[in-house]
Structures are given as C-alpha cells and as structure tokens.
C-alpha cells in the first residue's frame, strides 16, 4: 500500500480526491464540485491522509469541515470513494444552517447525507427542543429514531442526569421533514421521568411549524347544568393568511355543542367570525324565563371583530357579539383563570372609524348593548348611532399674533341616541317590581320638588335624543421674574341638542301599585319644559398661577408647588340639554379639582365664577423612591353652583361641590424604594374633616412576594341612590417558593354587606326554591370574590390548579349565589395545552341583602 500524508489544504485541494461536507456529506473532489460560492469547501483538521491504493480520504485531530453553511466536526473524518460513504467519529457533532447540532458517537452517512445510519443520537434543534436515540436512520427527508426520546425541556445544570420535566419516549420517532410531521409508534408520556400516559400512535407538528392542519389538544370540563363535557377541536389551516377551528363538543346532562371561529388576515387587517350553538337536552337545568333561559331549546351566539388600517392614520372595524339569550355566556362560557370569567353586565357591539394626525384625531362609533343580566331591562338600553369626536391642537406663532402666541385646541361631539323605554331609578328606597323582584321600578314616576328627597330619577331616554358640541379653547404660559408659571386661557363653548321622547308607550313591568313603566312620566322630569330643541352659547375666561419652590434636604431634593386657579363664566344655567345622557359619572379628587369643568361628559358644564386653589409638594428620594403630597379645595365665587343645581338624575349632588365651599381633596404617594408604592386619595368634609371619600392602592414587589391591596370607602350619597356608605377591600398575591414552584390568590370583600344586616321579607320566588322568605346576616368582612391558585412553570411547562368563588345567578334558579369552580390548565410547549374545568355547584347568598337579586347586591 501506497500513502501519502497531506499537511495542507491546498495540498488536499490538488490531490485526486478531497474531504468535503453537505450537512454531514463528505464530498467529490473539489475540481468536480460546482464553480459556485455555495459549493466550495472549507477543511481544517490536523493531519490528513490520502490512501490511493484503498481509495479513501482520512482527516484527524480536530477535524471542521463547512460545506454549503453546513460545519461537520469530529476527531476522525473517513470518506470511502469506492463506496461514497462517510463515516465521523470521536466528538462527532454536525451543525446545519438554522443552528440545529446533531451529537452522535459515529455517523455512518451518503455523500449526499439522504440517507444513512447514526449511533448514539442527540439532536438539539435551534427552538430548544430535544431529540435522542441509540440508533437511528435517515432516508431522504425521513428521520427515524429507534427506542427515541423528545422533549422541549432543558437539562439540569447541577445534575444533567436529573430526568427532564416532561419526554416522550417511543418504540420508534419517526421525523418527516417534508410533511413537517412527527410520528410516535408506541409512546409513553413521562413527568419528571415518570410514565404517566401511553398512547399506541400518536402524531404533532413539527416544533418548527407555526401553523398545522390537525386535531388540537381535547377540553374537558364538568357544570352540573351540563354534565361532564368533552370537546377535540381540529385546526384547519386553510391558506397561509386563512384558518378555521371547529370544536364539536358532547356534554353527559345537555345536548351536542358546536364551535366553529374562521379568521383571516390581509395586507391591512384581519378579521374573525366566531360562531357557537347548542340544542339543549335538559331544559330543567336552567331557571325558566326571566330567571333565566330554561324556556330555550336553542341557544348560541355569534361574534365578530376585524380591524382594517388602509393608511397609517386611519383605522376602521367592527366588534360584534349577537346572544340567543343574555344568559348563555353565563351557561357554557364560565371558565375562568383565578377570577378571569365570561360573565361581564352586557355585550358591547360597535362598529368605529378612526383617524389620527400628529396633532388631531376623529372617532366616529356606533354602539348596541345587549344585557346580560337578569335584573336589567332590554328595552331600556339604548341604541348609538353614533358618536363622533373631533379633537385638534395646533400653536400660534407669536410674531405672527402681535405677540399673543399659545395654543389653540378645538373639540367636537355628536352624539345621536335612542331607546325605546324610559330608565328610572328607584332610591330612598330602592324598590322592585311587584311581579318577579328582578327590576328597579318607581312606585311614584315623578321628580320631588326637593331634588334631595327624590325617590324616582330617570337615567335614560325612551325616544330619541341627538346633543352637538363645538368648543374652543385658547392657553399660553409664561414665566414671571420672580418663577411664577402663568397660564391664561380663554375658551368658548356652543351646545344644541334635540330631544324627541315617547309620550305613549307602557312597558309591562309592574310596580306595587300595578303601574306599568310609563313613557309618557318623563316629562315630569323636565320641568315643565317640552321643547324638543335647545342651545347654549358659553364663553369663558381664567388663568392658572404656581409658583415652584425648590429646597434641598438631609434626605432628598425638595419642590414645594402652591397653585391657584380662577375660572369666569357667565351665570347661565349649567344643563344646557333637558336631559343627561353622558355626564352621570361625577368624582371629585385630586384629578380633577383643576378642571375647568369638573362634570363628565358634554350634556353638563361649569357655568359662574369658580376658584380652584391648592398645592403639592414632592421630595425626590437619592435612592430613586419620592414623597408626594397634595390638597386643595374649590369655591364658588359668583353665579349659581352648578354642582347644586340637579338634573334629572340629580348628578352634583352629595358631590362635595354642592355648597359654595367645596369639600377637601387631597393625595398623599409614598415610594420609598423601587418595590414598594403606596397612594392614598380621600375627600374630607369642609367643616369636620370627616372622610366622605377613601381610596388606598398599596403595591409591594419583594422577591419572592408580590402583594397588591386596594381599599375604598365612600359615604352615602341618598341623592344619587347610594342610601348608605359603600365599602369595599381587594387583595391579590404570589409567593415564589422556589424558582419554579408559587402560589397565587385574591379575595375581594364587600364591607358594606353587613349594613344591611336583620331579617328581611323577600319576594315570593325567593320562599319558592329556598322554604323562607327570610335571610341572615352578613359579617363585616363578607366574601364577594374569592381565587386561589398553586403552580409550576418552566421552559417547557406550565401547570397551574385554580379555585374561585364568585357571585352569579345560581343557574337552575336565577338567585343571588356563592358559584364554585376549579381550573386545571396543563401547558406543555410545543405539545399543546390541556384544560379541564369543574364546577363545585353553587350555594345561594343568605347574608343579609335585601333583595334575591344581583342588582340588589351592595
């Protein structure tokens, strides 16, 4: 035997025969490979050795080989011409273009790396998931693994022999790279290595794909309505921008569920079509009618959102939700993570148009709001068609305005309305309907004389109502010589509006007197008034002064901030529309104490004269942390309180604006480090500092613990219908225990239950289903909402067991109830995900309200 030993690479380049590589592949000789970039070959070993005699290649000692992004290494790189096969051995690792490394003991291989045999397999794909084998074989796009294992967890770094979280081990794995499919021939499913389900075949996508027709992982759940439930949702990946999921779904107790979601994605968008029904099996499982839906043997819902930018500033959409009953999401839609249901007061259907400039914006949206719950009127909620907002900005350029300057901002509505039945409010007392105890009626349809002692308001239209506002505003802020920041501003505002309301219809819900809701009682509310159009025109002038004072301290950097504020208007009256549609929401704090309306909406604003005074002071911290402090009061200086002066719904009043001094608001923020914050907001009364409003958020990030409260307490407002003091307190944690291990919870109390405290009588469904008309009482600390929750998570899992209990209507009677459920959800990467959801049952509430129904909760 003839050898010639080659020290260089260009030696072996000029030889007969030559070392390459393609994805493991040793290769013909250079001169024979293609005159490309992509074809040439790179070779760094050692030594090297041609054998002419035997006709083989030999590379050792640290042997690299790139060939085609490809880089085969080894100890030891034999290439048999006669036989075209490759074998690397010793460290023998292979890394393909997308960061793939295959690790094996010895690859037996092609030129042409289609097909082959490798010892000892380990293969660590570039998205972190794992194969092995003793043995396996390639032929062509097909890989088989022999006795393999997969997973898409990490080894552990302190003990690699530690089992993984989660493998699946088969007879045989079978990788189609083609079909991007893996196949598993006798599979066991182990959890920290051990077997805990066996499956005879079973198939996935391969990890690297996004998107793959096939069944997805099964849902099981159990709701004593409905039985146990099993549903197999099957993915249907239509084109590269289309897909459709369908989940049949079969229940023990109620009829088959069927769930079909299509989405599609454009250019400029995308849009979904969700679709879902039932025929039910066991109608007795539900309250009947108005209680809830046992009367339905047909129910579903249909729900559709898209949303289409044809440009960068403008966007157009839709979210649509259409409900056989207002009940159904209640019935099949209560799964849940900690607190996280389907269960909201109505569903909100809109269809928008929106724009955006650097400095403008214009929203136009159409609204529908369906109900869904049982003690709500549908005829009462009304229709928007639409609402439209205008808002720009724009600066004046000084020496263009004789020196004037500043900033103009102009801000527009439209707001079109209309609903078919009038909304009243019963208060001092809160009543129900004589006939089923569900719905808020007036036993008097007609506003008190003395707004403080009403016991009927109207919160919403029956007819048609149309409101139009256009303001402008003007502001510049200069700086004295002295560090005075003044702010000048001047504004005008114009109103009309348009009220037609139904002076005929009756709606068949009765009171105590058998009196059906009427229509025509609204104009009670007015007046006397009955004109169908009216405007405002309202001007306005104030300026805004703050004087910064900066100090320095032992402990931080200090500014001290006193700031005062005065508004003129004419002394008009403050509701320039007949009724309030928008502006109901009124909260006087901090926020909005500089305001130059304090109302919340367009149909109410600040007319007269009015000062806002007040001040804040903030220490900066050297650790990052700060102490802020604010107070402030308002005054009203000339003109007619606005706050005083009630509508139809008696907004402003027990408001803390009401009186001519206004109460006190102040804010206290303490974050003495980056992990700890704490705000306390009150209002306090002008003459006693009595706390007429409490809020505290209180937030604390140490590792391992991070624990948010929240607490609230307002006093009564009998006014507005709150006859007593609303109290509340929210907690939510997580305790890390380790890194991979935690606990999490949250506990919601109603703190004002107890207020409600004696036996009181109660309509007579209540008697029906529960053998009294009588209920006890509830503690200080009485339960609304309650979650807890216990798992693990990893690179690879996610395993979480959560309980909740929270208030809904019991199911098979429409009462006020404690609903119990448990949520195991089991996530595995690249698996998929198993969910399973059982109900507890529920336990009706008998702690003290004084009526069976939601609304009636304090």
């Not at 959560?802 to 949520?823: C, E």
Request: proline letters at 5%; charged letters at 20%; hydrophobic letters at 40%.
């Amino acid at each position: 035997m003839r050898a010639r030993r080659l020290r260089s690479l260009s030696a072996l380049m000029s030889s007969a025969a030559a070392l390459a590589t393609g994805a493991g592949v040793l290769a013909t000789p250079a001169a024979a490979a293609p005159q490309d970039a992509g074809a040439r070959m790179v070779v760094e070993a050692k030594e090297m050795v041609y054998d002419e005699k035997r006709n083989v290649v030999t590379a050792e000692g640290k042997v690299q080989i790139l060939y085609k992004g490809r880089l085969l290494e080894a100890d030891r790189v034999v290439y048999d011409r006669n036989t075209s096969r490759v074998y690397a051995e010793g460290h023998a690792q292979l890394t393909e273009r997308d960061g793939t490394i295959a690790r094996a003991d010895r690859f037996d291989l092609t030129d042409d790396f289609k097909t082959g045999f490798i010892e000892s397999l380990q293969v660590d794909a570039a998205n972190n998931t794992h194969f092995s084998s003793p043995r396996a074989e390639r032929a062509d796009d097909v890989t088989t693994f022999e006795m393999g294992a997969y997973t898409a967890c990490e080894a552990c770094k302190d003990d690699p022999s530690k089992p993984r979280t989660w493998q699946l081990k088969a007879k045989r794995i079978i990788h189609d790279n083609a079909e991007k499919t893996i196949y598993y021939e006798d599979a066991s499913f182990e959890l920290f290595g051990v077997p805990v389900a066996y499956v005879p075949f079973w198939s996935s996508a391969d990890p690297t794909v996004k998107r793959k027709s096939g069944f997805l992982t099964p849902v099981i759940t159990y709701r004593s309505q409905l039985g146990a439930g099993f549903g197999v949702p099957y993915f249907w990946a239509i084109s590269p921008d289309a897909d459709l999921t369908i989940t049949p779904t079969v229940f023990s107790r109620q009829g088959p569920f069927l769930t079909g979601e299509f989405r599609k994605r454009f250019e400029n968008g995308a849009f979904t079509f969700r679709a879902e029904g039932t025929h039910v099996g066991d109608q007795s499982a539900f309250a009947i009618a108005p209680y809830g839906a046992g009367d339905r043997q047909w129910r579903g819902a249909l729900q559709t959102r898209g949303e289409f930018a044809p440009n960068d500033r403008w966007r157009a959409g839709w979210d649509i939700t259409a409900l056989s009953d207002r009940f159904f999401l209640q019935d099949y839609k209560q799964y849940n993570y900690l607190l996280q249901n389907y269960f909201f007061r109505e569903a909100s259907s809109t269809i928008f148009l929106t724009g955006q400039g650097p400095r403008s914006f214009v929203d136009m949206r159409g609204y529908y709001f369906q109900v869904l719950s049982p003690n709500d009127v549908q005829a009462q909620q009304p229709v928007v068609h639409p609402v439209t907002d205008y808002n720009r900005v724009f600066d004046i350029d000084p020496a263009r305005t004789a020196g004037i300057g500043g900033q103009v901002e102009i801000d527009a509505n439209v707001t079109s309305t209309s609903a078919n039945v009038a909304n009243y409010e019963s208060i001092n007392p809160r009543t129900l309907d004589s006939v089923y105890g569900l719905y808020n009626v007036c036993q008097l349809y007609q506003r008190s004389t003395i707004p403080a002692n009403s016991q009927c308001l109207l919160r919403g239209v029956g007819g048609n109502y149309e409101h139009a506002t256009l303001s402008g505003a003007w502001k510049r802020k200069v700086i004295d010589p002295v560090g005075g920041v003044w702010t000048s501003f001047a504004f005008a505002r114009f109103v009309g509006s348009y009220l037609d309301y139904d002076r005929q219809g009756l709606f068949p819900i009765y009171n105590n007197s058998w009196q059906p809701i009427p229509n025509y009682a609204q104009g009670f509310f007015f007046d006397g008034q009955d004109q169908r159009f009216r405007g405002q025109a309202l001007p306005g002038v104030g300026a805004e002064w703050r004087y910064p004072l900066l100090a320095r301290s032992p402990l931080g950097g200090v500014v001290v901030e006193p700031i005062v504020q005065l508004v003129a208007r004419p002394n008009q009256t403050s509701i320039p529309s007949l009724v309030n549609m928008d502006a109901q929401s009124l909260v006087f704090d901090d926020s909005t104490l500089f305001e130059w309306s304090k109302f919340s909406g367009y149909d109410r604003f600040e007319t007269g004269v009015r000062l806002n005074y007040g001040g804040q002071a903030t220490m900066s911290l050297a650790n990052g942390g700060f102490v802020n402090a604010m107070v402030g009061q308002s005054s009203q200086i000339a003109g007619a309180n606005s706050y005083a002066t009630a509508d139809a719904a008696n907004v402003g009043l027990d408001s803390g604006l009401n009186s001519r001094v206004s109460d006190i608001v102040g804010r206290f923020a303490f974050a003495p480090a980056s992990f700890v914050t704490f705000i306390a907001k009150g209002r306090f009364d002008k003459d006693n500092l009595v706390a007429k409003r409490i809020d505290l958020f209180s937030t604390i990030n140490f590792d391992p613990i991070t624990f948010q409260l929240q607490y609230a307490n307002y006093a009564s407002q009998p006014a507005i219908g709150f006859d007593v003091r609303r109290q509340g307190m929210s907690a939510t944690g997580r305790y890390d225990l380790t890194k991979n291990y935690f606990l999490n919870g949250t506990v919601t109390f109603d703190m004002s239950r107890y207020l409600y405290n004696g036996l009181t009588a109660l309509p007579s469904v209540f008697t029906t289903y529960t053998g009294t008309n009588l209920i006890g009482a509830a503690p200080v600390f009485s339960v609304a909402a309650l979650g807890a929750g216990v798992g693990y998570h990893d690179e690879c899992a996610t395993l979480m067991v959560n309980y909740s209990q929270i208030y809904q209507p019991q199911a098979y009677t429409g009462l006020p109830a404690r609903n119990q459920s448990v949520m195991v959800s089991l996530q595995f990467r690249t698996l998929g995900e198993a969910r399973f959801n059982y109900g507890l049952g529920s336990v009706l509430v008998n702690d003290g309200v004084r009526n069976p129904t939601p609304a009636g909760l304090p």
